[in-house]
């Protein structure tokens, strides 16, 4: 090749060349988007509510305190098994229907598959008349009440508590302060460190917490003194801009990508579905979550205070069982493992699910690892409690 025809190729010919090819790929890019769109926007056109329901598992009432109600679900097998029953108590930032998503991504499907009895907490619609509603009344009488229920019913025997997310720092709380209604207590993506190991937070990994923390007591007391209630609307917000791009491209590229695949569209509208369904949360209880814990942390140096009294986390007597997401951008993972430096290691075990806060229920991968991690624990430790009640008391000699 001459001098002349390499600086030819290499000229500005070569680089036209480049740039149409590029205009070329981003153009069948484009294209491609734009058919895998139409396909998704034709199953869109078609879908309809019933088709994209959620939390279908029967269940029935069977105790209620003002717009708190506890269901206790139907069982799908006719074997029973030989476990406390166990309540299970969400927050109330969100509803509890997220654990019955649908029929292969259900905690409540899993454990009554195993013969589990099961009960779950609906704490109902918060409205302005509930705004002076404290953790008092959210822990102490509705939270404890329905537990007591399951309790009388039990035999007034202990039973198991699996609480999730608020609602995991609500049953905390219960178990230090009524130890003896606990035959065991479940935690998943739950604070109760609310500060955290700043120092050593991932990248992306604390921003509700630095955000909350940024607020000062004013900022709060003004919001909760003007709505009256922490707007669900607002929450919303704040979890969305804690993932931008990804709340900005999910109504767009993702469901492109999803071309119209019937089981990703549904699954991906039920989850929607669950998000849009964000409730209130009462003015007085919102001010003691954001003042008390996150900007004060009082849990974690014991000054908290429900009904008067300051709670110890090491009144916790019932064997503990933490589940944490390793990628939960919400609750840092030291925020919840912090409870275990209150409790006998002998009663407390850990499980960290390779995922994030909500795919910690919602996942496929999650059916496994935390329903059965949770299910095992739940055997093991009414095998503890099996094998303590067969050991023969030792003779004293005279």
């Known amino acids: 090749m001459t001098q002349v025809e390499h600086e030819e190729n290499e000229g500005p010919l070569a680089d036209i060349t480049l740039a149409q090819e590029s205009w070329m790929l981003a153009w069948q890019n484009m294209l491609r ?61 969100g509803r509890q229907t997220m654990i019955d998503l649908q029929e292969d991504r259900s905690l409540v499907r899993n454990l009554l598959m195993e013969g589990i009895d099961l009960y779950v907490v609906d704490w109902g619609n918060p409205t302005r008349a509930d705004q002076f509603l404290n953790f008092d009344d959210y822990v102490e009488r509705y939270l404890g009440s329905c537990v007591e229920h399951v309790y009388e019913v039990y035999g007034k025997k202990p ?70 209630m922490l707007p669900g609307e607002m929450t919303g917000a704040i979890f969305s801009s804690l993932t931008p791009i990804a709340s900005m491209t999910k109504y767009n ?12 569209m549904l699954n991906f509208l039920r989850m929607e579905k669950w998000i849009a369904d964000r409730p209130d949360h009462p003015g007085e209880a919102a001010r003691q979550w954001l003042n008390d814990l996150y900007r004060e942390n009082l849990l974690v140096k014991g000054e908290f205070e429900l009904c008067g009294e300051k709670l110890d986390l090491k009144n916790i007597k019932c064997p503990v069982l933490n589940i944490y997401a390793e990628q939960d951008h919400i609750i840092p993972v030291s925020c919840s493992k912090a409870l275990g430096k209150f409790l006998p290691k002998q009663n407390y075990e850990e499980i960290g699910f390779p995922g994030g806060h909500v795919g910690v229920f919602v996942s496929r991968k999650a059916q496994g690892v935390v329903a059965g991690g949770l299910l095992t624990w739940l055997e093991q430790q009414k095998s503890k409690s099996t094998s303590k009640s067969k050991k023969k008391p030792s003779r004293k000699k005279v």
């Open 159 to 228: 039973v198991n508590v699996f609480g999730i997310c608020e609602g995991g720092t609500f049953a905390a709380m219960l178990a230090a302060f009524r130890p003896e209604l606990f035959a065991g207590l479940a935690l998943a993506i739950t604070p109760i460190d609310f500060h955290g190991d700043q120092d050593n937070f991932w990248r992306g990994e604390g921003f509700l917490n630095s955000w909350i923390g940024n607020l000062s007591k004013d900022d709060v007391d003004l919001v909760i003194d003007t709505h009256g």
């Open 33 to 93: 988007t734009g058919e895998q769109m139409v396909k998704s926007n034709g199953f869109l056109g078609k879908v309809r509510n019933q088709d994209v329901a959620i939390a279908e598992t029967p269940d029935e009432v069977v105790f209620q305190i003002d717009k708190v109600r506890l269901l206790r679900y139907k069982p799908l097998v006719t074997v029973k098994k030989d476990i406390p029953p166990m309540v299970i108590c969400y927050g109330l930032f």
């Open 253 to 264: 590229i993702g469901l492109a990508k999803m071309e119209g695949n019937e089981p990703m």
